[in-house]
């Protein structure tokens, strides 16, 4: 009875929360003079309004989900993984890199993809380790540590854009020279969405869900992330579990970042992470670590995405509202659980 | 190259550290009052364009100012609802205001892109001017930069030699023991969020109307700033003079990076834009290894001298935070 | 001036702290609440010092009925507390901490107020430096500087929350000597404690406490028997303890050399027998923690031997040390022991070591977590969050997840603010283990608790270690003198004379 209640009451403030976020976003555009319901049709429309945008949706759903479940697992042992865009950057350049390596041998495409996938999962949980390292054997915050190595991941990648692995002729903003389509990983019809992917991401999810809810080890790392001290003191080696959530959380990244090369664009671009590993975070905020909401609301999220590219067509908006959008969300939630918990005094 | 050059290149130096100086010092007085303000990247960058938008708008380098200003406090304030009344996590939402300030600003400044601005240019002050060497490093900068100057000794002595700037250091290492001698600490925690906001918000503006003019949406450059304004809080240990010391040698090393840039071709540009970021972890590491476990185990097994010596030199490096910082306060 | 409580009540959750309790102090006087860990009397304090509202009733000062509802309207009252850990700030100067707080100009100036602060502390004999840190003070000496403190903000009224523990014989006798001065000056002095020796022999007029209530006020002379039946609501007869120290030696330090800033502790030598219970007296700071955390792992001695169970364990971590037999109880049980917004179940599950394959059998650590519930009487259930569980609750917890065959359990503070029973039964299962061969090392600040229980005790001081004393010969007033610096070149004929030195 009194469950049902607080947990009906809990569900009215996240709508509240839902109706701040919105409300904030109309007036912003009511402040520049734009028409709020237009521009909302415009999102919905062109997130459900035709089955390539629908595809598309799902295209970036597989990345968010990946590098959501990464982050769950590094919240969990109480760490803030600011360097995850990093890491998918790190995930998509080692998978470009095997690619290229095995481009004109006979090796079998397929052995490629699988090892490039690989080495894109290597990649990334390399870049995550380092920040774990800073952290543990350096006492620099991850969060500083972790960003640092974004920007350095950035220029890394441009780096090698527009200088090793530029394209004859004229190095660009879009990218590497396009591999062969023997190296792609095969889509759905002629869309850019993957079965491979979607299962890869299930599985992922699948196993994120199991890990953090019913081993030792989730158990331990929850421990961790509670409070580091006491556990320690009961006999957990705490920095050698950050290290591996790290690891962990450098794995999913790495896929992500690998799948964006061998599945969407079929090479390397310069925002090749997209923002998606911020994102994530965001996510794991709003769901409040709960591995089992990951799958829906990444799927909003990215819905939110893929409507936001319609605004500038359109109304000459720039499409970087979704992300007001997401973020107000997000932190009215927030906010709506604080006031929740004052106003209902437990904890 | 000759010694007008250089003396030109490093007043320069003072005149682009000043945002850093005037983000960073902002960031120490809220810190100091125990609360982590991690929005300022996404502040800097927001204040930064509503700064500009306001000036073109009005024609008014004065409001645009203060514009930025008022962004700053504006989200300064929505960190200290959050964290001071709400008790939510003061990383989460700063994080989260910093991304959704970041993309507030590319959205709203979108009509604004390109377009020409006022810019404050500097103004001498006289006789001062005249001193050699002095005069022009000091004296022929912008009037925010001699601001900047100031807010660095007024928030040292405010700090360290004034009765609420005790108490300020109180309430950041332990309110409780604040809350007895009669502090409001939840009130003065508003207020140091609220002001060292500001302070933040005046950071932005004076990169789009002096230091980068301009408004340039995602190509503005400003990106990183505010990460590493909170880096050089930590580094500066809390104080504000070690935290000027700490924005002058980044803005320095910036244009040590783009002097050798034109004379050392051979480095590819990319590898010296981002180069302040690995050394910021790299001075993190030298102000935070003395905190670690294995160092200690490992100082342990040196011979005395040089234990001895490395301790203290260890001990000097190292910045520490104030006690309660980023930890709510509750009577019972 | 004249305090009176008028049916007071606070309840914080379940627990009612204070009931309907009306009290009357009068001025001039020094008054004692006496009462056990968790009888409330610390509560009661802090509404009167307005740290803390309660839930109903008032405060009536010289017969006018007040509302405090901060510890500024407090002192405005003259109203002033010393907490029972110091509220003050360990990085500043003494003088800044004296400062605080004041009013005045903007700017500091420094060199009036020290010249009132020395004039002030040569009152009561104090001698503080006005430059030094606090964080160099002893527990007794920041007393002291709160005491000077709140009378120079006017305090007429100076409430002491258990102001004996963690203090030298001679710093007691300065304190009870300051408070005579006070009331001498018609001030009106609170003293409480849980300590009866202190009540009777400082006290006018004591009242006591019990779990919440008020059960009564007796006036000096005390009767001790009366007193303890008041507190306790029973006579608390304490069991004859034996020493249970088997010959073979489990532990031993040998040279140990440690530096930890400020303290360099040098040449520690000793061995520890299976069953031995040895207990580390001296003033918070003096070196025990330092050494306690080294017998452990947590820190690495610069010189010297750890050998536990003929192992040579020198140099390395906690956990090898853990998987050699030894554990650690902190004093901070929720920032060091326990892990708080982890359920009972759930810390039995991390500390277990059976059943670790990849999943959690949830109904095997559920079974196992109510079988240890039972047999530790803990007052919760599987699914309790450990940072719900009181006190002792979570001490007896914290001890029912220690291994079964352990050679050395090392504890902090094993009964701080725990009361008479947990206290009984936290030893009671201690010594259980001693009678199996497990050894005991433990720090108390509690000078009682130190001799009741240890076979023998290592007594420091300033990051000096004494030999071991047989705690049969020694007496409380001589460990008191001890902790101070006092009597060690009597006591172990060291050529160093230690009343010389005076603070780390």
């Given at each position: 009875m009194k469950q049902a209640r607080t947990r009906s009451l809990s569900i009215l403030f996240q709508l509240g929360g839902l109706i701040l976020a919105f409300g904030f976003v109309t007036l912003i555009l009511l402040s520049i003079d734009a028409n709020p319901a237009e521009a909302f049709r415009l999102i919905w429309q062109g997130a459900v309004g035709n089955s390539t945008r629908i595809a598309s949706v799902f295209v970036v759903w597989v990345p968010l989900v990946l590098v959501t479940c990464g982050v769950l697992v590094t919240f969990t042992a109480?760490?803030?993984?600011?360097g995850i865009e990093g890491q998918i950057t790190l995930g998509a350049i080692f998978t470009t890199g095997v690619i290229r390596l095995f481009l004109d041998t006979p090796v079998h495409p397929v052995l490629v993809i699988v090892l490039s996938i690989l080495a894109g999962m290597v990649g990334a949980a390399i870049w995550a380790v380092l920040a774990g390292l800073l952290k543990v054997?350096?006492?620099?915050?991850e969060i500083f540590g972790g960003l640092g190595l974004n920007f350095i991941a950035t220029a890394l990648n441009i780096g090698l854009i527009f200088?090793?692995?530029?394209?004859?002729?004229v190095a660009s903003m879009s990218g590497t020279e396009p591999f062969p389509e023997a190296y792609w990983l095969p889509t759905f019809q002629n869309f850019r969405f993957s079965w491979y992917s979607i299962a890869l991401t299930v599985v992922g999810l699948v196993v994120i869900y199991f890990l953090l809810q019913g081993t030792h080890f989730g158990l331990r790392l929850k421990a961790v992330g509670k409070g580091i001290k006491s556990a320690f003191r009961l006999g957990i080696p705490t920095w050698q579990h950050m290290l591996l959530s790290f690891l962990i959380c450098g794995l999913f990244a790495g896929l992500a970042g690998a799948l964006q090369v061998v599945a969407v664009y079929h090479r390397l671009i310069p925002a090749i992470s997209s923002g998606y590993g911020f994102m994530g975070l965001m996510i794991g905020m709003l769901i409040n670590y709960q591995a089992i909401w990951v799958a829906p609301i990444a799927l909003f999220f990215a819905a939110l995405n893929i409507g936001g590219i319609q605004l500038p067509i359109v109304m000459k908006l720039d499409s970087t509202l979704t992300g007001v959008l997401q973020g107000s969300l997000v932190l009215f939630i927030l906010l709506m659980q604080g006031v929740k918990q004052r106003v209902l005094g437990n904890k | 190259m000759s010694g007008d050059i250089i003396l030109l290149g490093l007043a320069g130096v003072i005149a682009s550290g000043a945002p850093i100086v005037l983000a960073a010092i902002g960031e120490t007085l809220t810190e100091r009052a125990g609360v982590i303000n991690l929005s300022l990247n996404g502040t800097i960058i927001l204040s930064a364009m509503m700064g500009f938008w306001v000036a073109v708008e009005f024609d008014s380098l004065l409001l645009g100012f203060f514009a930025g200003a008022l962004v700053g406090a504006l989200v300064a304030a929505i960190v200290a609802f959050s964290s001071i009344t709400l008790k939510q996590s003061q990383v989460a939402v700063g994080f989260i205001l910093t991304i959704t300030c970041r993309d507030l600003a590319y959205f709203l400044g979108n009509p604004i892109m390109g377009r020409q601005g006022p810019i404050m240019f500097s103004t001498p002050i006289p006789l001062l001017r005249q001193i050699p060497i002095i005069g022009p490093l000091f004296f022929q900068q912008s009037l925010m930069t001699y601001f900047s100057m100031i807010l660095i000794f007024l928030a040292w002595f405010w700090i360290s030699k004034t009765r609420p700037g005790l108490m300020l250091q109180g309430i950041g290492e332990k309110p409780a023991a604040a809350f007895v001698r009669g502090a409001n600490v939840q009130a003065m925690r508003y207020f140091y969020t609220i002001l060292g906001g500001a302070l933040v918000g005046l950071a932005g503006p004076l990169y789009t109307l002096s230091?980068?003019?301009?408004w340039k949406g995602t190509i503005t450059g400003l990106d990183g700033i505010g990460w590493i304004a909170l880096a050089i809080t930590i580094f500066g240990g809390w104080n504000p003079i070690r935290v000027a010391f700490g924005a002058y040698l980044f803005a320095f090393l910036q244009w040590l990076g783009l002097v050798l840039q034109s004379s050392w071709t051979f480095i590819p540009s990319q590898v010296l834009q981002v180069a302040p970021f690995p050394l910021m972890i790299l001075t993190l590491l030298l102000v935070n290894l003395g905190n670690t476990e294995w160092m200690d185990r490992l100082l342990a097994t040196l011979p005395d001298g040089v234990r001895i010596r490395v301790k203290k030199l260890i001990r000097s490096l190292r910045s520490q935070p104030p006690a309660a910082l980023g930890t709510p306060f509750e009577r019972q | 001036m004249k305090i009176g409580f008028n049916q007071i009540n606070k309840h914080f959750g379940e627990v009612h702290a204070n009931a309907d309790i009306t009290l009357d102090v009068q001025s001039g006087m020094i008054f004692g609440i006496l009462g056990e860990n968790g009888a409330g009397k610390s509560t009661l304090m802090k509404i009167l010092s307005g740290f803390i509202q309660p839930d109903s009733g008032e405060i009536v000062l010289d017969g006018k009925a007040v509302s405090i509802e901060t510890p500024a309207d407090a002192i405005k009252f003259g109203i002033g507390m010393l907490h029972q850990d110091p509220l003050d700030f360990p990085p500043m100067q003494v003088i800044d901490n004296f400062i605080v707080g004041q009013r005045g100009g903007l700017i500091l100036s420094h060199k009036d107020v020290i010249k009132a602060f020395r004039e002030l502390q040569s009152q009561f004999d104090f001698s503080l430096d006005?430059?030094?840190?606090?964080?160099?003070?002893?527990v007794g000496e920041r007393q002291q500087l709160e005491i000077l403190r709140l009378l120079w903000l006017g305090a007429r009224v100076l409430i002491l929350d258990e102001p004996t523990t963690g203090i030298s014989i001679q710093q007691k006798e300065k304190l009870f000597a300051a408070l005579k001065v006070l009331a001498g000056q018609r001030k009106t002095i609170i003293f409480v404690s849980h300590k009866l020796e202190d009540v009777e022999v400082l006290c006018d007029q004591v009242a006591i406490l019990r779990k919440g209530y008020l059960v009564g006020q007796v006036d000096a002379p005390y009767d001790t028997d009366q007193l303890v039946e008041m507190m306790f609501g029973k006579q608390i007869v304490l069991k004859e303890l034996e020493s249970v120290a088997q010959d073979k030696v489990v532990f031993e330090l040998q040279d140990l050399y440690i530096e930890q800033y400020p303290l360099a502790i040098e040449n520690v030598n000793f061995s520890l027998r299976a069953g031995e219970v040895i207990g580390l007296a001296g003033m918070e700071g003096s070196g025990q923690d330092v050494v306690l955390r080294a017998c452990t792992g947590l820190l690495r001695p610069v010189s010297g031997r750890v050998i536990v169970n003929g192992t040579d364990l020198t140099g390395k971590n906690y956990l090898e040390f853990m998987q050699n037999g030894v554990a650690f109880l902190p004093a901070s049980r929720l920032e060091e022991g326990l892990v708080p917004g982890l359920t009972l179940a759930e810390h039995f599950t991390v500390t277990t070591e059976d059943k670790q394959q990849l999943f959690i059998d949830k109904a095997y650590f559920r079974q196992k977590s109510e079988q240890m519930i039972e047999e530790y009487h803990i007052i919760g259930r599987p699914e309790t969050p450990v940072e719900s569980l009181s006190g002792g609750n979570q001490q007896r917890a914290a001890l029912s997840l220690l291994k079964d065959s352990l050679s050395i359990i090392l504890l902090e503070?094993?009964?701080?603010?725990?009361?008479i029973e947990s206290t009984i039964y936290m030893w009671d299962k201690l010594k259980e283990r001693c009678k199996l061969g497990t050894s005991i090392f433990f720090i108390s600040g509690d000078l009682d608790e130190i001799l009741r229980y240890s076979d023998r005790i290592l007594v420091f001081f300033s990051g000096r270690v004494s030999p071991p004393l047989d705690s049969a010969t020694v007496s409380l007033e001589q460990l008191g003198q001890l902790i101070g610096g006092k009597g060690w070149a009597k006591e172990f004929g060291d050529e160093e004379t230690y009343e010389a030195s005076t603070n780390p």
């Open positions: 109480g760490l803030w993984n600011i054997f350096g006492g620099v915050n200088g090793a692995w530029s394209r004859p002729g | 230091v980068k003019p301009g | 006005p430059d030094a840190y606090v964080d160099t003070l002893t503070h094993p009964t701080r603010g725990l009361d």
